[in-house]
């Protein structure tokens, strides 16, 4: 008899210990195809908000064009400061030949060296500063022709950084252009704290963003974020 009762005892300890399993599996699976489809709904929002403020500058490069090898005339900074006044999220527009640049809208006629393999047409280049502003970050994107003419056009980076931090949730925001990521808050480095990368690439420019997916990585964070449906799976099995 005590056999009997001690066998069922342990047959209802397995039962309710499976049931607990199944349900803490579940429960898990859930919440991970809950993380992923918020993240990827902060990564579609973040690369369409993006989309639009680079293609501010690639409008404003298309507009700069005419003035292609054109000397560093008032007429021309003119239009060039008209650019960066009319259109959106744009701080420069620039002037190059070769490896110099020699008109830029906020400088005139003051030149610069750069190099000119690194700004290829359509390209995008994340810097951490300018001679301008050298600790405030900027996109800068670039359009070329065969005659070693080159259009640089400076997008502020408050207006990166700000779509990151809109979009900002338990998966921190960030943005990929080349070798280089800038984060939330404006950084721009090459060695990022990244646990568990999740990348969604434009599919117009040459830039991705990127979320970091390790805040729900672990038994810890699913504890943390599942606290309450797992009280709840514990007392329905008890019952």
């Known amino acids: 008899m005590n056999y009997s009762s001690s066998r069922h005892r342990l047959w209802i300890l397995l039962f309710l210990i499976a049931l607990l399993s199944l349900g803490t ?27 639009v403020t680079v293609s501010h500058a690639e409008q404003a490069a298309d507009l700069a064009e005419p003035f292609y090898g054109k000397s560093c005339s008032e007429n021309v900074l003119t239009e060039l400061r008209t ?15 070769d490896n110099e640049i020699y008109c830029t809208s906020v400088f005139g006629g003051r030149k610069f060296q750069f190099d000119r393999r690194q700004y290829t047409h ?8 300018s001679e301008i502003t050298p600790f405030h970050p900027l996109m800068v994107y670039s359009e070329q022709d065969e005659r070693g003419n080159t259009i640089l056009v400076g997008v502020d980076g408050y207006y990166l950084y700000n779509i990151l931090t809109v979009l900002d949730g338990d998966a921190h925001l960030y943005l990929k252009v080349g070798d280089r990521i800038m984060t939330r808050k404006g950084e721009v480095t ?28 672990g038994v810890g964070a699913f504890i943390r974020y599942e606290q309450h449906t797992l009280i709840a799976i ?6």
Not at 25 to 37: A, F, N
Not at 208 to 217: E, K, L, N, P
């Open 25 to 51: 599996g579940l429960c898990y699976c859930q919440m991970q195809k809950k993380v992923d489809q918020d993240i990827h709904s902060r990564l579609q929002q973040a690369i369409a908000s993006l989309d």
């Open 83 to 97: 650019l960066v006044a009319t259109i959106p999220d744009v701080r420069t527009v620039n002037l190059g030949k």
């Open 122 to 129: 359509g390209a995008l280049r994340l810097l951490s500063g």
């Open 190 to 217: 090459a060695t990022p704290d990244i646990k568990v990368p999740v990348r969604l690439a434009s599919e117009l420019f040459t830039y991705s963003v990127i979320a970091d997916r390790g805040y729900a990585s």
């Open 234 to 239: 514990i007392l329905a099995s008890l019952l």
